[in-house]
């Protein structure tokens, strides 16, 4: 569908004369006018004549009376229309005299009346109620540019149509969503979402719970039976072993064997305490042996130290003597080599004052030309500073942006009032005054209450305290408050008074770089500097050569290093010779008092023979008792009888007689428990009762099985619509995305926009972050709205179903930038589609472009 023309009249402020806008292009269109124009009153026109039937007494239609004489003329609304089936007009008239019918344009035949065009028309559109349809889907009335589209509203067929039949039935078909609620719903029934696992309550849980008890009960059943048969089994092995335990011939003989085991362990028992005696005596004499060899080995060790002791003492008397020698050299040497340092330091010396007075010399001049510089930089330093001291100083600047929303609040709450005034409509005014004033034909709004006065007629005009009316006071009152708290009349002035203070801060900023470029350290210290290469500059007496007097001055410090080089060499060489006949002398005495601690302990060299004779006899003596011991003691335990195991083997056989009675006696008890068991097995029926559970079990068994090929064949089902559904739908957005791209990269380059399923608006992808489109400011919401909305209507266009885009007062919040992106994008949507802008903001909507719409009377031809 694409609009030609549109025709108002005795709607609201269009009286009998009317309205028309007429020429309407294939593009862009722009309605440009200032408030109380009556834009708005065009769009709700469009809305009544496609949405509201001709007979109705809808508020939204009654609200289209003339404003003068709401018993006078009915609203009549006239479209002219272009579809693929050709041109026609269609036309309706309200409330009285109804009337609706569409005409041919071609052939001029009336194509439909009454019912039938309305019929006609919600096939056109294809909706019967304001929002829903193609039209309520790419629509924006005033106040409502924030809102974002939605296909689930009853909104997007048409996309959905246009995207293809396939796409269509599987992501929005209701038989599809019939199928997998039902599956949902039936799964949810069976098993818990979180785990897949049998839901309590239901009849998956019930029939798992019955076999579970019932397999229990088999359990218990089928062990009771086994336990009956090992009972019996049980029994008669007890019967045997009592039979063979009882026997009289068996127990004479275990008697027997237990009696000569006895006789056995007695006799060893007697040797084994002659055997005590022999180890003892053997044990003392190898400790007899151990100490004879250690009195040995420790008097060998002591002639061996003493020795060392002896000769360590006589070479540490050599090397002392050595030392004494060496130090009286090196003190003669040292003293000599002080005496030419000294020497060679008075020469030094008065080479480095002739060098000296001629390096102040070189200064001197160095310090004139210095003085002449900085008396330039000193000049120029303080006329910088006198400048910076003229200039007024910085004060706070006004917050422009403050003031700019101050501002942009205004303009907004002056247009939304203005949309709800009660507007004044006088035809004729002769004699009349307006508070006191001539009243002169024309419409005017009222934003507060005025006094109507004739010959014989005085009205007061009563205007509700709207809520806009207190928002726009708020407002006024708020940028006042900002300008006030600015200190300017207007924001104009505010920007003035912020652009003078750059420029000073500028100059301020260029004096300060001087001035710290000629005094980086500050004015004083520029003139610290002046007077110190003043003084500096004063040339002393007798000059001398600072070539000459710097060779000289090499000279001497090269003599003076080397005498001084010797004179510490020579001073290392006597500590060192100190050093080391100190530690002479202390060996020297460590080593005597070694040697005569030797000779107290061990007495004469003479004598260590004889001692060391008298210990080897006693090592030889206690070997030898030693050898005899360890041989009795041998053949004591080669003829000793084992203990141990005759022990082992007595206490084996009374063990084994006293488990017999023991297990005599119970083999008796058990055997009266297993006849007792038997006879209440057979008394309680245990098989007759397991072979019933065992079928009831199987039973149950199959419910639960089929319950779980249910829920398993429900959850394929599911995840397999899903998938579908979610592969199909990708298919179904990137139609929509491509045709959305373009625009979006016009006013957001680079940046990338995700849908619902609904086709809402979801997440802006920008600057390498996301963020949801709820959480946006409202500028760039309602900017996205408007996007997504040239879209879906390239799409349709694209996809044979053409439908007009109408804007009413939309980019109320648009920025100067952003705004220019969007009249770019406006711009590339009307390439493919038609595009209707109402707009009251005839400044900032100067640089939209498209057809400027001429309102004009109504003429019907």
Known sequence: MRIEAIRLRNVRAFGEAGLALEGLTDGLNVLSAPNEFGKSTVFDALRALLFHKHTT??????????????GGGAPEVTLDLTSPEGRFRVEKRFLRRRMAQVTDLTTGRKVAEADDA?????????????????????????????????????????????????????TGGERARRVLTKARERLDVLVTKERRSPKAGGPYRAAVDLAEALRAEVDVLTARARASRV???????????????????????????????????????????????????????????????LALERRNEEEGEARAAFATAEAAAARRDASRTSLETAKAASSKA??????????????????????????????SEKLERLGRDLEAARSAHRALADLPKPRPLPDLAELERARTRVLTAEARAEAVRVRLVVEAAEGATLDGAPLAP????????????????????????????????????????????????????ARSQVERAREAAAERRRLEEGLTRLAPEGLGALERQAEEAAEAAILPDDVPDEAEAAAALRDASQRAAKAIGAAETARRHLDEAREAASSANEKAA??????????????????????????????????????????????????????????AEVDRLAQAARNREQRILHLNREAARLRAELTRDRAEGADERLASVKGQLEAAEADAARYEREADALTLLIDTLSGAQAERRERFLAPVMAELAPLLAAVFPGGALSLTEGLSPDVLVRDGGTEAVERLSGG??????????????????????????????ALVFADDARIARMFNALNLAARDVQVLALTCRQAAFEGLGGTLLTPRPMTVS
Request: proline share 4%; aromatic share 2%.
């Open 57 to 70: 007494t809808h508020r939204e239609v009654k609200s289209l009376e003339p404003d003068p004489n709401p």
């Open 118 to 170: 309305e019929r006609w028309l919600r096939a056109l559109i294809g909706a019967d109620r304001p929002g829903q349809g193609p039209t309520g889907l790419l629509w924006v009335e005033q106040g409502a540019s924030l809102r974002q589209p939605d296909a689930e509203e009853g909104r997007g067929d048409a996309v959905y149509d246009a995207l293809g039949e396939e796409v269509a039935e599987v």
């Open 231 to 293: 009972t019996r089994e049980e029994l008669a092995l007890a019967e045997d072993e009592l039979a063979r335990l009882g026997s009289g011939e068996a127990a004479a003989e275990r008697e027997a064997a237990l009696a000569a085991a006895r006789a056995r362990l007695a006799a060893a028992e007697g040797a084994a305490a002659k055997l005590d005696g022999a180890r003892e005596a053997a044990r003392r004499t190898r400790e007899a042996e151990g100490a004879a060899r």
């Open 338 to 367: 002080d005496e030419a340092a000294r020497e060679a330091a008075v020469a030094e010396r008065a080479a480095s004052t002739l060098r000296d007075r001629a390096i102040a010399a070189r200064q001197a001049l160095a310090a």
């Open 442 to 493: 024309g419409t005017r709004a009222l934003s507060g209450p005025v006094r109507v006065a004739a010959p014989g007629l005085t009205l007061r005009i009563e205007v509700p305290d709207a809520a806009e009316e207190r928002e726009l006071t708020a407002a006024h009152d708020a940028l006042c408050a900002a300008l006030e708290k600015a200190g300017a009349e207007s924001v104009e002035a």
């Open 590 to 647: 460590v080593a005597d008092a070694r040697a005569a601690d030797a000779r107290s302990r061990l007495g004469a060299v003479e004598a260590w023979d004889e001692a060391w004779g008298t210990l080897t006899a006693a090592l030889d003596t206690a070997q030898a008792e030693r050898a005899r011991a360890e041989a009795a003691l041998a053949e004591a335990e080669a003829q000793l009888p084992d203990t141990e195991g005759l022990s």
């Open 780 to 809: 760039t919401r309602e900017q996205l709205a408007i996007l997504t909305r040239l879209g879906f209507a390239r799409l349709m266009a694209k996809g044979g179903h053409p439908v007009p885009v109408v804007l009413d007062d």
